[in-house]
């Protein structure tokens, strides 16, 4: 299949294109492809003039005052909570807690409602595809209350292996951290019947949507799942501001993350009461510019129409799967089928360490990841140290895919001649 289409069917690829003043660039002299979405987004230029037009115009703390800005700020603020929410299929803006970024919000769950309901002899599970983010907070929390943690295997064509889940599923098993896709393979966990089976033991499922909520349209409620975590910085919002969907009793019943201004009821000098949702979970000055930001992200996302979304990365990345399986030396990882998996596609060119293939692919305009991408666990199972991985999203085309594989026949001969 050439891939001399810029128009796919989903998308009007020239006419969001641009929308993204980034992608005018050269880098290297040449046309900037940037296939490291998995890692954060471009901003098309709404996001950026909504910052810029709030600085200049709105900027005032929110919930503080009763002066025209302040008042203006804290709907522009609230008007956004109600958007995102609506975004991820949340009954109501209450359930959804503005915060950094995934691994915040995956920390505030687990510090929250992991320290208050964990004891020893819990177990927690979690799956070998997970980034460390939705790792790394559970083992720390786990060393503190004396639960212990239990991966899921995968199976060969890197899904989670739900025999494995269902034989190491128990009563003592009180959380499920799973990713809904994963960064690396791309796979997409089935989570309803994840959450169903861990309901049926009376476990919570915390699902990390960081590489989900951007790509798939997301309805918290069919997914089942008690909490979700996403970083607005990969949909096309700025970086620092993310978002935490919890089921409301949950929420109600957990003690707050951090203390200090705006989530209080009553401070007394021993003592303080807490602030209803979501204020409870809201200390501090919020990053309200951004989180306001994050809301014109979604309404670009709306727009666009996220079955379209999805429509248009399963069209590349399935092209570029296509297209990497025919290079010589080059292993993809994870399922062949684009419609299981996001527009993340791993793989490794054999003999050239996916640094030196990074930058040679960085000489052609390309931008695309080398590492483990925080999924160490991961890389063990797969037995490399490291990954390329390229991450396709709205703006990505089958054009740029085609220069991706003639950049790695570049850097194949110039390796193997000197090899
Ligand atoms: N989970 C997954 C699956 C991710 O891909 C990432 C970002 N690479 C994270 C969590 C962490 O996101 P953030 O750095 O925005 O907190």
Redesign the pocket.
């Given at each position: 299949m050439p891939g001399t289409a810029l128009q796919t069917a989903a998308l009007d690829l020239e006419r969001i294109r641009a929308d993204f003043p980034i992608l005018q660039r050269h880098v290297n002299g040449r046309p900037l492809i940037y296939l490291d979405n998995?890692?954060t987004t471009q901003k098309p230029r709404q996001v950026i003039d909504a910052l810029v037009d709030f600085y200049t115009n709105t900027n005032a703390n929110v919930h503080r005052g009763v002066h025209t800005l302040s008042v203006e700020s804290t709907d522009l603020y609230e008007a956004s909570r109600e958007r995102v929410a609506d975004f991820v299929g949340a009954r109501s803006p209450e359930e959804l807690i503005f915060v950094?970024?995934?691994?915040?919000a995956?920390n505030l769950v687990a510090v929250s409602w992991g320290r208050a309901n964990l004891k020893p002899g819990d177990e927690i599970l979690a799956s070998t595809l997970?980034?460390h983010?939705?790792l790394v907070p559970w083992q720390r929390v786990a060393q503190d209350t004396g639960a212990r943690i239990r991966l899921i295997q995968l199976r060969a064509d890197g899904t989670v292996d739900l025999d494995d889940y269902r034989q190491l599923l128990s009563p003592r098993t009180r959380v499920v951290a799973i990713?809904h896709?994963?960064?690396v393979l791309g796979t997409i966990s089935n989570l309803p019947e994840i959450s169903e089976l861990a309901h049926q033991v009376g476990a919570v499922v915390m699902a990390?949507g960081?590489?989900s909520v951007p790509n798939v349209p997301t309805d918290v409620n069919a997914l089942g799942v008690d909490f979700l975590?996403f970083?607005g910085?990969?949909m096309l919002a700025p970086t620092g501001i993310?978002g935490l969907w919890g089921r409301r009793e949950l929420l109600e019943e957990m003690p707050p993350f951090l203390g200090g201004g705006g989530m209080i009821r009553e401070v007394f000098e021993d003592r303080a009461t807490w602030a209803p949702l979501p204020e409870k979970f809201d200390a501090g000055t919020p990053n309200f510019a951004d989180a306001i930001a994050l809301g014109v992200a979604v309404d670009y996302l709306e727009d666009l129409g996220m079955p379209n979304v999805r429509a248009h990365e399963v069209d590349v990345a399935g092209y570029a799967l296509e297209r990497l399986a025919a290079v010589p030396d080059v292993s993809v990882y994870g399922p062949r089928d684009p419609w299981i998996r996001t527009g993340v596609v791993s793989f490794n060119l054999e003999g050239v360490h996916p640094h030196d293939a990074g930058t040679v692919l960085d000489e052609a305009g390309i931008a695309v990841r080398a590492g483990h991408?925080?999924c160490q666990p991961l890389h063990r199972v797969l037995d490399v140290a490291a990954t390329l991985r390229a991450s396709f999203y709205i703006y990505n085309s089958r054009d740029e895919v085609d220069a991706l594989v003639d950049a790695l026949n570049t850097a194949r001969r110039l390796y193997q001649r000197s090899r």
């Amino acid at each position: 299949m050439p891939g001399t289409a810029l128009q796919t069917a989903a998308l009007d690829l020239e006419r969001i294109r641009a929308d993204f003043p980034i992608l005018q660039r050269h880098v290297n002299g040449r046309p900037l492809i940037y296939l490291d979405n998995a890692a954060t987004t471009q901003k098309p230029r709404q996001v950026i003039d909504a910052l810029v037009d709030f600085y200049t115009n709105t900027n005032a703390n929110v919930h503080r005052g009763v002066h025209t800005l302040s008042v203006e700020s804290t709907d522009l603020y609230e008007a956004s909570r109600e958007r995102v929410a609506d975004f991820v299929g949340a009954r109501s803006p209450e359930e959804l807690i503005f915060v950094r970024n995934t691994t915040e919000a995956i920390n505030l769950v687990a510090v929250s409602w992991g320290r208050a309901n964990l004891k020893p002899g819990d177990e927690i599970l979690a799956s070998t595809l997970e980034h460390h983010s939705n790792l790394v907070p559970w083992q720390r929390v786990a060393q503190d209350t004396g639960a212990r943690i239990r991966l899921i295997q995968l199976r060969a064509d890197g899904t989670v292996d739900l025999d494995d889940y269902r034989q190491l599923l128990s009563p003592r098993t009180r959380v499920v951290a799973i990713a809904h896709a994963s960064n690396v393979l791309g796979t997409i966990s089935n989570l309803p019947e994840i959450s169903e089976l861990a309901h049926q033991v009376g476990a919570v499922v915390m699902a990390d949507g960081a590489q989900s909520v951007p790509n798939v349209p997301t309805d918290v409620n069919a997914l089942g799942v008690d909490f979700l975590a996403f970083s607005g910085h990969k949909m096309l919002a700025p970086t620092g501001i993310g978002g935490l969907w919890g089921r409301r009793e949950l929420l109600e019943e957990m003690p707050p993350f951090l203390g200090g201004g705006g989530m209080i009821r009553e401070v007394f000098e021993d003592r303080a009461t807490w602030a209803p949702l979501p204020e409870k979970f809201d200390a501090g000055t919020p990053n309200f510019a951004d989180a306001i930001a994050l809301g014109v992200a979604v309404d670009y996302l709306e727009d666009l129409g996220m079955p379209n979304v999805r429509a248009h990365e399963v069209d590349v990345a399935g092209y570029a799967l296509e297209r990497l399986a025919a290079v010589p030396d080059v292993s993809v990882y994870g399922p062949r089928d684009p419609w299981i998996r996001t527009g993340v596609v791993s793989f490794n060119l054999e003999g050239v360490h996916p640094h030196d293939a990074g930058t040679v692919l960085d000489e052609a305009g390309i931008a695309v990841r080398a590492g483990h991408h925080c999924c160490q666990p991961l890389h063990r199972v797969l037995d490399v140290a490291a990954t390329l991985r390229a991450s396709f999203y709205i703006y990505n085309s089958r054009d740029e895919v085609d220069a991706l594989v003639d950049a790695l026949n570049t850097a194949r001969r110039l390796y193997q001649r000197s090899r």
